[in-house]
């Protein structure tokens, strides 16, 4: 089979769900890699949009609007913009950033139901479901509150006892009792419709089978479902914040979230077309056979994007692209220990941005994604990436050749040529090409902890090659010589440039800046950035892009966590 010729590529990032703020497992899942890709490919002049927004519906939002008194409405749209503005401080460049709750959204995932609805691709259940009687509504499991059947203990919720981590159906539970009111609940008969996934197991077969280059955890995860065949999905609730169903006689019934989360990617993208005065442009982005979708996750959405979504587009009558691939991570551990937003047990944006830039920890998160198994962040291992390689390796050498230049050659880049070219030279600038080609591969591929480890070797051999060459020495006997040297460092900076811009962009919007590049870095910067900086050039006024990072702005970020320990170590 002929390789596929795309012309665009349509990214998207897992909706974050707009009950808290964003930590950094969050950013190592479906945010960090995705942005990372995005902005290699608008450096390499690609078409590229790429769509997020705010999950917003669901029982756990209703909860924390009741528990803090405000509509669930109010909540989301506070939490929207907290997120919207972190993820702007860490640097996402989402071309258009959405929320489920807007009237585009009900619009378009009303369109869906209706669609495959009239088609007869739903079926129909009755289940039992505990109803509250002095609240006049059917609660779901996170409502539910009882005494557990196993242990006895008297606060166990719907689903899951804490005191015996025992696991059962909410109609097991005794004395079940509402949490919103305490009073009783008694079981009544409610119906539902499903998506029958079965139906679309061959055809979800195949498809999966067409990609053997998704990554194993991917493949793995979809075997395991189909092994034990594909079921019935729920894709309504009984719930009053959600997008409605839109049929006669479905009054609180509203959309499953993941019914209607993942359509929220073709929302947003209405809601960008719309900005852009092209309404109908989304169409080019979602149903043309030459656009590329990829789908960044974290691992516990696999199903809903490489199973139940692919089955949504395949069902509706339109003509949809599917996923051409999902790069799903694994988790992120933080301090050897796992996360617990419950416990706190976790470094949220928002505060981490109040004292720190946003280029070390995307730096670090790059080295240590979770692409292949679980990882680890540690401050100390934090501290050290930001001091030893963004600072020792990358802006030392930044900074002596800048400083070097503006004091010996006026700030001007110095003649170098072909004619001067040692062997030395040479092998530098092949070196750092050689690494910048291996570069692209890798990002192209989303190894992206590979390509930043590469980015890491080219900065070594730029310091291997200033030290070697050593203009601080020539230029007391060989001014020529001296000014050669730094051309040729002037080159490995430009390479450094290209390779570090994905994952430290504003840096490295300055460097760009700083070596007097014309284009846009990121529409195609690529082009200048591969060709040389000729002699005469004027660079700019350097600054220190990476500061040190003290022992005292790290230690309380250590005994801050350390604190959320329990007495047996564990968070
Ligand atoms: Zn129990």
């Given amino acids: 089979m002929a390789e596929k010729v795309f012309k665009r590529t349509l990214v998207t990032s897992a909706l974050p769900y707009a009950n808290g703020d964003i930590h950094l497992g969050h950013l190592a899942g479906a945010y960090l890699p995705a942005d990372m890709y995005v902005r290699y490919l608008r450096l390499r002049g690609e078409d590229v949009l790429y769509i997020c927004g705010s999950d917003e519906y669901g029982v756990p939002i209703t909860l924390t609007a009741e528990k803090l008194g405000i509509t669930p409405k109010e909540l989301v749209d506070r939490n929207h913009a907290a997120i919207r503005d972190s993820f ?62 196993v242990c006895g203990h008297e606060g166990a919720r719907g689903d899951e006892c804490e005191q ?22 008694e079981l009544r008969p409610t119906t539902h419709w499903f998506l029958p996934m079965g139906d679309w197991q061959p055809k979800l077969e195949k498809f999966i089978a067409s990609h053997p280059e998704w990554k194993d955890n ?3 995860y979809c075997r395991g479902y189909f092994e034990a065949g594909l079921k019935d999905r729920a894709i309504t609730r009984d719930l009053d914040w959600g997008v409605p169903v839109p049929l006669p006689d479905h009054e609180g019934k509203v959309f499953y979230v993941w019914f209607d989360a993942p359509i929220g990617y073709i929302s947003s993208t209405r809601e960008w077309a719309q900005a852009q005065g092209d309404p109908e442009a989304w169409k080019t982005w979602w149903q043309s056979d ?40 694994e988790f992120l551990n933080l301090e050897g220990q796992k996360l617990s937003t419950s416990k706190g047990f976790a470094v949220w944006l ?87 080609e291996q570069w692209a591969g890798h990002m192209e591929r989303f190894e992206f902890k590979a390509a930043v480890d590469v980015a890491f070797q080219a900065g070594k ?31 490995i900076l430009r390479v450094l440039c290209l390779m570090l811009a994905p994952v ?48 005292e702005v790290i230690q309380p970020e250590i005994e801050r966590l350390q ?9």
């Fill in 88 to 149: 702007a401080g860490f640097g996402m460049s989402f071309d258009n950033f959405s929320q489920t709750s807007r009237a585009i959204h009900t619009e378009t995932s009303q369109e869906f139901f209706r669609d495959m609805h009239t088609q007869g691709l739903f079926v129909q259940k009755s289940t039992e479901q505990f109803y509250s009687p002095s609240l006049g509504r059917f609660l779901s499991d996170r409502y539910i509150e009882g005494t557990c059947p």
């Fill in 461 to 491: 051999v730029g310091n291997g090659y200033f030290d070697e060459a050593a203009p601080f020495t020539t230029r007391k006997s060989d001014m020529a010589r001296c000014g050669h040297s730094l051309g040729v460092s002037v080159q």
């Fill in 504 to 551: 430290t962009p504003f840096a490295m919007e300055k460097l760009w800046a700083w070596l007097g590049m014309e284009s846009d870095l990121w529409r195609g910067g690529w082009d200048e950035g591969t060709r040389s900086i000729p002699g005469g050039r004027r660079l700019g006024e350097s600054e220190i892009l990476f500061p040190r990072l003290d022992d």
């Fill in 350 to 436: 928002p505060e981490y941005l109040a004292k720190f830039a946003a280029d070390p920890l995307r730096y670090t998160l790059a080295r240590n994604l979770p692409e292949t198994r679980d990882m680890n962040f540690t401050w100390e291992g934090f501290q050290a990436r930001n001091n030893s390689e963004l600072g020792n390796n990358f802006g030392n050498l930044i900074n002596r050749v800048f400083k070097f230049t503006g004091k010996y050659f006026d700030g001007v880049v110095p003649e170098w040529s072909d004619a001067m070219m040692t062997d030395l030279d040479r092998k530098a600038l092949a070196d750092v090409e050689a690494l910048l």
């Fill in 563 to 571: 604190g959320l320990l329990g007495t047996d170590g564990q968070a």
């Fill in 290 to 329: 030459d656009t590329r979708l990829i789908h960044f996750i974290g691992k516990d959405n696999i199903f809903f994007h490489a199973m139940m979504f692919p089955a949504v587009l395949m069902a509706h009558s339109g003509d949809w692209v599917l996923p051409e691939n999902v790069p799903a991570n």
């Fill in 164 to 185: 015996c981590t025992s696991t059962f159906n909410p109609t097991d539970l005794k004395d079940p009792r509402s949490v919103l009111d305490n009073k009783p609940l």
């Fill in 218 to 220: 991917v493949r793995q």
